[in-house]
């Protein structure tokens, strides 16, 4: 079976709900970047290790928080030895707004991925853009690249829409079944 790994960084706990629905519909791995935009020695195992890599932070003025980009950083040392190379990446952000800038977090992650030599799942959804649609629905942000979820500024993870768990955990699943057919 495939390893699928979600690595993630959630600074007051959006991200880290949004993280765990696509973990749970792929079947993967969740390792959480510290607040200090740490890993571990054995979560980089994990990493190198993993088929499959989904990306996902929240989307702070118009980009990944900085503890996520430490992280990208980071990662410099499997694009030096390529370790990465051929791998199969996703993504996911959230922000407080509708719109809230989420599709250039979007490109930084797949570009991140690009620069591994991976190879980049798009959300495979319609987006839910008819009068009759609700938050409720699934892609109801009307993403293409990766998950786009809007997390209330005023209230915690618990009142994310259910459209957009449910977006994630479909992506997860979207995710796990291209890597199994390359692994």
Known sequence: MAQVTVVYHSGYGHTQRVAEAVAEGAGAKLIAISAEGELSDSDWQTLDDSDAIIFGTPTYM?????????????????????SWKDKIFGGFTNSASLNGDKQS?????QVLASQHGGIWVSLGLLPANTQA???????NLGGSVGVLVQSPADAGAEVIPSGDIKTASQYGKRVADITAKFA
């Open 105 to 109: 977090t979007l490109n930084y992650l």
């Open 133 to 139: 649609s609700t938050r409720e629905d699934i892609n």
């Open 62 to 82: 118009g980009g990944p928080s900085w503890q996520f980009k430490k992280f990208a950083d980071a990662t410099s040392k499997a694009w030096m030895k390529q």
